[in-house]
């Protein structure tokens, strides 16, 4: 069955780190996100990629880095940069981007990240 | 900018409806639902386009009224799998045609 898969289900950082969150896809989706979600809150955009080698800053970028080197991939790397990790990343995809979109989201699992 | 969702949480009773609302103060291309479950990933719903159609998914159907910018989910005879957080998510040009979510609605069915 195609879906997205995410790793790890959790991940502890300490203080100064930087740590990269996985993201996989078998959809054949060319557009892919990543959404941060803070308790009692919605759903925030980090960074979107809506072709291979190519990705835009989302509204909560700062302190966050991504690559798309392959259509089926889009790392998210929170840097000692980012002073508030603390929350539940989750990456998605979808056929078609913006206006042209038809259908909705497909959601990984997410990875719920923990300064220590 | 982020649509507004009301009411912010409700209880229900099974068998019971319940409608949430979503607006926006910008001019939409698309409305989409999702629910999440606790701990989980948000599962797509539905999505509304341009031009004021109504969907039905299950007992869940939504409207959108596009020169209003509002979108509604209607929940008939809820079932307590019907439990979760509801998100709307609006796409407009003056927001660079992203996905952009709600604050989300919490419901909670009791038996």
């Known amino acids: 069955d195609g879906g997205i898969t995410q790793s790890p289900k959790y991940l502890f950082r300490k203080e100064g780190q930087n740590v990269t969150l996985s993201c996989e896809q078998n959809l054949n989706h060319d557009a892919m996100y990543w959404y941060r979600q803070d308790p009692g809150q919605g759903l925030r955009l980090i960074y979107y990629s809506q072709i291979v080698n190519d990705f835009q800053k989302g509204d909560i970028a700062e302190g966050y880095s991504v690559s798309r080197e392959k259509k089926e991939s889009f790392p998210l790397t929170v840097t000692s940069a980012q002073k508030n990790p603390t929350a539940f990343y989750l990456c998605?995809?979808?056929?078609?981007?913006?206006?042209?979109?038809?259908?909705?989201?497909?959601f990984g699992s997410g990875t719920r990240l923990t300064v220590v | 900018q982020q649509p507004v969702q009301s009411p912010q949480a409700v209880i229900l009773r099974e068998g019971e409806d319940a409608v949430i609302n979503c607006s926006s103060s910008k001019a939409l291309y698309s409305v989409h639902w999702y629910r999440q479950k606790h701990g989980e990933a948000p599962v797509f719903l539905m999505i509304?386009?341009?031009?004021?159609e109504q969907k039905g998914h299950e007992k869940i159907s939504a409207s959108f009224n596009e020169k209003k910018q509002q979108s509604s989910l209607y929940l008939t005879a809820s079932q307590l799998s019907y439990s979760g957080t509801y998100f709307c998510g609006t796409v407009s040009m003056e927001y660079g045609n992203k996905l952009v979510f709600g604050a989300g609605t919490i419901l909670r069915v009791k038996s």
């Open positions: 998605a995809s979808s056929r078609g981007t913006g206006q042209y979109q038809v259908y909705g989201y497909t």
């Open positions: 509304l386009l341009k031009g004021g």
